[in-house]
Structure formats: C-alpha cells, structure tokens
C-alpha cells in the first residue's frame, strides 16, 4: 500500500508513463493543428498559393518516396510535392502479380519516380508491366515522361489522355475507355468511372482479388477537413459519382484517398458528408 507521503509524490509529479503520454498528446495536437492549418490555407481566398494539385504547379522534391503495405501483393506509394511552401503527400498503388508489378499513378516528382524504379526492382525484383493514370493532374502524372523513356506502356481514359496533351504529361494510350479490365499475371485490375467530382476524368481502380478500392482524388482522407483542390471540380455531380462506386464496389475492404491514409468505405461516406457540408 502506497503511503500518505508517496502518494503526495504521485499526485505532484505523475509518472514517467504519465508524462510521455501528456507529451504524446500534446504532439498529435500540434500535428492536427498544423495539418487542419494547412488545409484551411488552401482554400483560403484568391490570393492563397496555387494548391497542392494545380496543373500547373512545379513541385520540388522535398523527400523520398516512402512504402506503405496494404497486403502481400499491394503497396502505396507516398510522394510528396510543395506548393506555397507546404508540403503534400500523394499516393499511389504498386500491385506485384507473377508476371511484374502494376503501378497506378506515378509519384509526384520525376526523381521520387526514379526512385519508385529502383525500389520496385530492389525491393519486388519485378519488372512494370504498364502503369495507370486517375485524372490529369501532376500528382498523378508528373513521372509520366519517366514511363514513357522506358517504354512502358501508359494507360487512361480518352478524356485524360486529351488533358494530358494539352497540359504537357506525356502521351498514354487511351485504352481505359473500352477496356474497363485488364489483365496482370494472375491478378485483373479493373477501372471505372463515376462521373465528374475532383475532376472531370478522375476513375478509380478496382482490385476483385484482394478487396481494395483505390478511390484517388475522388475519395478524401477520413481527416480530411475540407475537400483540397477544388478549382477543376463539378462539386454538383461529386456526390453522385461518389454514391455510383459505392453502390459498385460495396465489398470493399480497403479503400485507399487520393492523399492521406488509406481506411475502409466509410472515407467514402466521409466525402460525401465533406461534399454536403460544402454545397448546404
Ligand atoms: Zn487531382
């Protein structure tokens, strides 16, 4: 039993645990404080920096590419990109089948892309079967030319292909129009596309064996407080699209945002409560 004294003691000074947790604490507070600061910036009038995804952004390398497991045969890719002095994270998807690896989207900067060569070598030793692209915008695009040096073949729809020309990301083969599912070794990759909503030409990328639903700039972050890059988006039609892979994919179990961290459907019901919100 803890004598009077003792327990003074503890009640002034709280324990080592106490005081790392406090400390914790007050640390993911300053995260979130400067994270939801970060995104009220982006949105915070006409004179703000252009955002995270603007087309015609340069973002500079600011870090390496990290690796994020979601099961064996599927990883995300993290990047990062600056825009008026913040830096954004952006994902993407490496899927490893028995014949080579998939990538959907390419990272953010064209060395981060290099560096996504080297590492699915290194670490998969798997050679790119093809790569796909969500929508037109350079957190999905920029490693593009990188793809193409290398002759991998470059996949989209019609619609992102003919922005891809104009905004200078390279050339990919329009095929995703009629070709909704594609084979990789022993996996299918299949796309779709809902509709307008971040962008006009966003699709997301649908996994049957393993669950997982790679929704990209059409799905937001469960903390995602406000809904990012929106000057290119049909905020009217975004709920809807988003409502169509609901209803499609209602056995997913992974569902991975365009940016932050990946969770299961409810991001999707998150965004449709971010969409509400913004149009009421
Ligand atoms: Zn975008």
């Given at each position: 039993m803890m004598d009077s004294a003792q327990t003074k003691y503890t009640e002034i000074f709280p324990s080592l645990q106490t005081q790392i947790r406090f400390f914790v604490l007050l640390l993911s507070f300053c995260i979130e404080f400067s994270f939801s600061h970060c995104h009220l910036q982006k949105d915070s009038?006409?004179?703000?920096?252009?955002?995270?995804?603007?087309?015609?952004m340069e973002p500079q390398k600011t870090n390496h590419l990290e690796w994020i497991k979601i099961k064996e045969t599927v990883w995300m890719h993290r990047s990062y990109g600056e825009s008026g002095g913040q830096v954004y994270p952006a994902n993407g998807l490496v899927i490893l089948t028995n014949k080579g690896a998939v990538v959907i989207d390419t990272p953010w900067t064209e060395s981060q892309t290099e560096e996504l060569f080297l590492d699915i070598q290194s670490r998969f030793q798997k050679e790119i079967l093809y790569l796909i692209v969500t929508h037109a915008h350079n957190d999905r695009m920029s490693g593009v030319p990188s793809f193409q040096n290398r002759n991998i073949p470059v996949y989209s729809t019609g619609l992102t292909a003919k922005l891809a020309k104009e905004r200078g990301f390279g050339n990919p083969n329009?095929?995703?129009?009629?070709?909704?599912r594609l084979a990789a070794g022993n996996q299918w990759i299949e796309v779709f596309y809902p509709g307008?909503?971040?962008?006009?030409?966003n699709i997301v990328v649908w996994l049957p064996e393993t669950?997982?639903?790679?929704?990209?700039?059409?799905v937001k972050a469960l903390d995602a407080k406000d809904l990012g890059y929106?000057?290119?988006?049909?905020l009217g039609e975004w709920e809807n699209s988003v409502k169509k892979v609901l209803a499609r994919y209602p056995d997913a179990e992974v569902v991975v945002p365009g940016h932050g961290d990946w969770g299961k459907l409810d991001l999707l019901r998150h965004t449709i409560r971010l969409l509400v919100s913004t149009n009421h």
């Open positions: 009038g006409p004179t703000s920096a252009p955002v995270a995804e603007s087309p015609e329009p095929i995703l129009d009629i070709q909704t307008h909503g971040h962008s006009v030409d669950h997982i639903l790679f929704g990209g700039c059409l929106i000057k290119e988006a049909n």
